[in-house]
């Protein structure tokens, strides 16, 4: 990573439970890109929504954590996918370097403020919130089991296990995720149903290694989960087929 840094790097952007992976960042790793953002002056902004959805009895490590990143560490969260409020565009920017603080004020001061009523809600859904967090998490747990197991038994398609956030990356036999994501929307039914994944193109900054790859949410309750993988499983050979692979 240090033999590739430009001449003026830009400030590493991490998020942490990820998406759309579910990858969760180890404090050995934090610590390494902590020394190397301080080596070269690098602002590291560290995106956190779904820190409390952390999985098989982790720990979510905050950027915030290593004091010695005081000038050097933004953390930005939101309320939507915290508390299931799409489109909600509240949330937060934290950080104990004064300039990027003034900074962010000015900038803030330049625009105009949130819709009132999403800033309602989500002091609302503050109000004693730990059960529903739990709870929330809980439910998450079973899902992603669920998913998992159900996509690794599908031949030829690979689902490493999340660990944090409500996503997995799966590897497809296919060859064009984004063809695939449009073949199913446009071409594939089963009994008057279809699926829609993410291409995992868009995620790469070499488009190519998504090129196999979609993203699945397990945001759908268990039933709905199973029904999609069997759409899945059923639509996988006969878009091969289709295609001749």
């Known amino acids: 990573m ?16 990820g998406n759309p ?12 890109l902590a020394d190397i953002a301080l080596k070269h002056d690098i602002v590291i902004i560290s995106d956190e929504v779904y820190r409390e959805y952390v999985y098989d009895g982790k720990q ?4 915030l954590e290593f004091p010695e990143l005081k000038d050097h560490a933004i953390v930005i969260d939101s309320e939507s996918k915290r508390y ?14 004064a300039a990027i603080r003034n900074a962010a004020i000015l900038f ?12 309602i809600a989500a002091t609302a859904a503050h109000q004693n919130d730990t059960d529903y967090i739990r709870s929330v998490r809980e439910e998450y747990t079973k899902r992603r089991n669920l998913l998992v197991d159900l996509l690794n038994a599908i031949p030829g398609v690979i689902c ?27 071409k594939y039914s089963n009994n008057n149903e279809t699926i829609m994944v993410a291409p995992m193109t868009g995620f790469y900054s070499n488009p190519e290694l998504g090129k196999k790859q979609v993203r699945i949410a397990y945001v759908l309750k268990e039933e709905d989960l ?17 295609f001749g692979l």
Request: glycine letters at 6%.
């Open 60 to 63: 979510q490590v905050s950027i």
């Open 2 to 17: 240090k033999r590739k840094l430009p001449r003026k790097p830009k400030p590493f952007i991490i998020c942490n439970p």
């Open 160 to 186: 490493p296990k999340p660990k944090g956030a409500f996503y997995c990356g799966v590897e497809l036999p296919i060859d064009d995720s984004d063809k695939f994501a449009q073949w199913l929307l446009e």
């Open 108 to 119: 803030a001061q330049a625009r105009l403020s949130p819709v009132l009523l999403g800033q």
């Open 21 to 32: 992976t579910g990858y969760l960042y180890t404090r050995e790793e934090l610590k390494q």
């Open 226 to 242: 199973k029904r999609s993988v069997e759409l899945l499983s059923d639509a996988l050979p006969k878009y091969r087929a289709e």
């Open 84 to 97: 299931s409020m799409c489109g909600v565009r509240v949330g937060c920017l934290i950080t104990r370097s």
